[in-house]
């Protein structure tokens, strides 16, 4: 398996990224993915009871169809909140996309990042679609990267290859989000390619495992966006036997859940205002569930994340925040060791002493830039 940050757009597939003038900054904007060839797709999508409207529309699509070719993302506005309307908004972005491509609204796929509660300006999106589908391209992939992006300061891109028999085949991921950022399902936008001929049953598997090992394990304020979303398409373009499951689903899974894991990691080093890069490791746990309830019990506490910012090495905060955790553990059992405060990296190991199960989950500290960015967003 090899790993390249930077994305490389698996066989069949090209991008592009457009200014739309939904940013009022004029930045790019507007996003889109094209798969030459119709692939299978699976996501996962926010926990969140307030769902935005492309997400709506996304679970419908994914319902009734079964084949993809297309994704368009929009920053600058989350279309989240907006009621019937906003449902009708997103359906005509997928039908200007759908037409000017020459495939089915019900293959193409929609998502939306920025301000809650504010209706699309859907003729902005159609005027741009033309030039965005004619720009397409495999370089076009870092423009998108870069329409996606809101608060973010840098683009998330990673690509893994691997050997599937005699065939390689390449899984492109591409990440935003650097604040909004707690785990229950995604935590954020995550769109994945990958050339790799795969059953939808085993893809699905794949995702799942690959989620909950990576966007399931980072937390940055504890806040669960309504739009959070990691979605993947496979066009099996690669031309391997179709995996199924046995060593080449392993492996597949395991080139999947490296992808996700390195962009996790890129939205907490990215994290809105963060100095540190926090990583919790919690063992004798029960299960795998107590131990990380625990870690994610310190991750969202505002007193440790802030005694971190001011370097201050005060443990009384993390046994705090086990304690309150929900865990029936006494004193004696509870075993903490703070690493250096001093760096960009502080490492936290947390020994609960009631079974062998243990988990990582990393975080960031809270400065006053966190809180300044967030009291002037709109």
Do not use: W
């Amino acid at each position: 398996m090899k790993k390249l940050l930077k994305a490389v757009l698996p066989a069949g597939f090209k991008a592009n990224g457009v200014a739309c003038g939904l940013k009022k900054s004029g930045n790019l904007d507007l996003a889109l993915i094209y798969s030459e060839l119709p692939a299978i797709a699976c996501a996962k999508f926010t926990s969140n009871s307030i769902v935005a409207a492309p997400l709506i529309v996304c679970k419908k699509q994914l319902r009734s169809a079964k084949r993809f070719q297309a994704v368009l993302v929009n920053s600058g506005n989350a279309n989240c909140f907006t009621g019937k309307a906003g449902i009708q908004d997103a359906l005509a972005c997928a039908g200007f996309a759908a037409r000017e491509l020459g495939i089915t609204k019900n293959s193409v796929l929609l998502n939306s990042t920025g301000i809650i509660g504010k209706r699309l300006e859907v003729i902005k999106i159609k005027q741009a679609i033309p030039g965005l589908v004619s720009g397409l391209s495999a370089a076009g992939v870092h423009k998108f990267a870069r329409a996606i992006m809101t608060t973010d300061t840098c683009s998330k891109e990673v690509t893994v290859s691997l050997k599937i028999g005699s065939k390689a085949v390449n899984i492109c991921a591409i990440a935003k989000g650097a604040g909004m950022i707690a785990p229950n399902m995604a935590t954020l936008l995550c769109f994945i390619m990958t050339d790799a001929d795969i059953s939808k049953a085993a893809l699905n598997k794949a995702l799942t495992c690959a989620v909950e090992n990576s966007f399931n394990r980072i937390t940055v304020d504890g806040c669960m966006s309504t739009n959070d979303t990691v979605a993947v398409l496979a066009n099996g373009a690669a031309g391997n036997k179709q995996i199924a499951g046995g060593k080449n689903l392993r492996d597949f899974s395991g080139a999947l859940g490296e992808a996700c894991l390195e962009l996790a990691k890129m939205v907490v080093k990215d994290a809105e205002g963060a100095s540190k890069f926090i990583q919790i490791d919690v063992s004798g746990a029960k299960d795998q569930g107590e131990a990380k309830v625990a870690a994610l019990s310190i991750a969202n506490s505002v007193l440790f994340k802030t005694a971190v910012f001011g370097e201050n090495p005060n443990f009384g905060r993390v046994a705090q925040a086990v304690g309150a955790s929900g865990i029936k553990i006494k004193e004696g059992q509870l075993k903490i060791k703070l690493g250096s405060l001093k760096g960009k990296q502080v490492k936290l190991k947390v020994d609960l002493s009631r079974g062998k199960a243990k988990t990582v989950v990393f975080t960031s500290d809270l400065t006053p830039e966190y809180v300044k960015i967030n009291a002037e967003y709109n």
